[in-house]
């Protein structure tokens, strides 16, 4: 029989076998409390716990697997600390929260669901942080319609799909996670939605690293495979959560609110396609990310109706070029370092602004405007070893002014103009050639190498951040091994 739980009452179940209900396998409704802990909840035909209705249980240490709903749903203004448990095997995603749901999700192990990892939804919420989220058919975490958790120092890999979905309208804090090893891309982003992604370590996914998309994606489907069709009334009465929801909010952490969606500060490496891909309509901020050794261009920029602004990046030794910005971007690249990258340093066909980047020691050109690119390129320090420096062909026009230009190994001139049209404009330019073998080496100083992030150096910024991750992961992954094996006693394990 399932557990029912129903008003400002606190319960304890330990050790049982909860398993086949018909139902949900625990239910917690009307502000009811209580320690759920150490049972094994599985094969139930709806959620294996249910929590709603202000209930604010500690679910910890429990096996909830095998059922062919959700593990944990987390709606109406439910609550609760959902710690230590193992969560595996479940139709639908492991812990699904909407309906301003606001659970603390820590030290989870959440894995080989049929569906996401993690589902936040229709206005959910919650703090999800140090879980081990991993091997899961869809997305590791999927925040799509309102929802917006904080997603913290989690482990986010080897999933078949993308680590981390925010949908349509998906909002959240995506914050110093590891996103590893999954075979879509690190994090996939629809350009309606608003998130802030901070501090992660996006690395060795099969496609992109981080995706922003312009066109609807097929969210509707995936929420009527997500627990959409779950029984979230009580009793076959009509839920009305909209006024049944607490005003108060009980973010544990202070946010910083942002109008345009902001990818910043994250180290993306390794990723089977481009660093960063861009195709979207709406705006968007890319700044002081590290974008290294991605296995296509390391910033791609196929469509951005409104502008996209990269600022104050380090792009390197990237398979292709440093930044690829197609006809149909409006882009603003302002103090970027885009170094070794195995083809032209800058590539673009679009509109916009290049000012303050070092563009520097790329296999190509270090600066291509191509088509009808219309570009103000001014102030940029720019050097190729095998090509040349600027080249402008096609229809190009804009402004090439002030930069300083070095000439690399080749006997190629330093700047090429073919374009022949009238509104391209070069001039006070400073071309730097070798004479001699004499001749001292030129370095990129006053000011110092780009780019230049506030309060840290190139390099030690990046040290931090993967000190941090390391330690993170280490501190999850002895969690997850220690688990709750032990025989003292479980209140003691609380205290």
């Known amino acids: 029989f399932p557990g029912w739980c129903k008003g400002s009452i606190s319960i304890i179940m330990l050790k049982n076998d909860i398993h086949h209900c018909k139902a949900s396998g625990i239910f917690l409704r009307l502000a009811a409390g209580g320690l759920i802990a150490d049972n094994n909840i599985h094969s139930n035909c709806e959620a294996g716990v249910d929590i709603r209705k202000g209930a604010n249980p500690l679910i910890l240490c429990n096996k909830i697997h095998s059922g062919l709903r959700s593990g944990i749903v987390v709606l109406g203004n439910g609550k ?34 049929l569906a996401a990892g993690i589902a936040v939804n229709e206005n959910g919420r919650g703090q999800i942080t140090e879980n081990v989220i991993r091997e899961n058919q869809w997305g590791g975490a999927d925040i799509r319609r309102g929802g917006d958790p904080v997603l913290r120092s989690n482990l986010i890999c080897c999933g078949y799909s993308d680590g981390v979905v925010v949908g349509e309208r998906g909002k959240g804090l995506i914050e110093g996670n590891t996103i590893y090893g999954n075979k879509g891309c690190g994090v996939w982003i629809m350009s309606s939605s608003l998130p802030h992604i901070t501090n992660n370590r996006i690395g060795h996914n099969s496609i992109y690293g981080v995706a922003v998309f312009c066109r609807k994606d097929d969210a509707n489907d995936y929420l009527a495979n997500q627990g959409g069709n779950e029984n979230f009334n009580d009793e076959g009465e009509a839920a009305s959560w909209e006024n049944d929801l607490d005003s108060e ?28 891909y861009v195709k979207s309509s709406e705006a968007l901020n890319i700044i002081a990310n590290a974008i290294h050794a991605n296995h296509d261009s390391g910033v791609a920029v ?166 941090k991750v390391t330690t993170m992961s280490t501190r999850i992954a002895a969690r997850m091994d220690g688990g709750c094996r032990n025989n003292g006693s479980i209140f003691c394990t609380i205290l």
């Open 302 to 467: 196929l469509q951005s109706s409104q502008l996209t602004r990269i600022a104050n990046n380090s792009i390197s030794c990237n398979s292709l070029g440093g930044v690829l910005i197609e006809s149909e971007a409006r882009v603003e690249l302002r103090g970027n370092g885009i170094y070794d990258n195995s083809s032209h340093g800058i590539t673009s066909k679009g509109d916009g602004v290049i000012v303050e980047n070092d563009i520097v020691g790329n296999r190509g050109c270090g600066l291509q405007l191509l088509q009808t690119a219309d570009m103000k390129v001014t102030k940029n320090r720019i050097q190729s070893f095998w090509d040349y420096g600027i080249v402008m062909l096609d229809q190009t026009k804009g402004l090439v002014q002030e930069n300083l230009i070095f000439q690399g190994r080749s006997k190629k001139t330093i700047l090429q103009q073919v374009s022949n049209a009238e509104d391209c404009i070069v001039q006070n330019n400073k071309l730097l050639t070798f004479k001699s073998k004499s001749d001292i080496a030129w370095t990129l100083e006053n000011p110092p190498a780009r780019p230049h992030i506030e309060g840290s150096t190139r390099g030690t910024s990046m040290a931090t951040n993967s000190q």
């Open 249 to 276: 909010d009980e973010c544990l952490t202070s946010r910083r609110p942002i109008s345009v969606a902001l990818v910043e500060s994250n180290s993306i490496n390794h990723n089977g396609a481009a660093g960063l």
């Open 80 to 113: 609760g600390i959902i710690r230590s448990n193992q969560i595996y095997g479940n139709k639908e995603a492991g812990i699904y929260i909407l309906y301003n749901g606001n659970p603390i999700v820590s030290g989870n192990h959440i894995f080989q669901g």
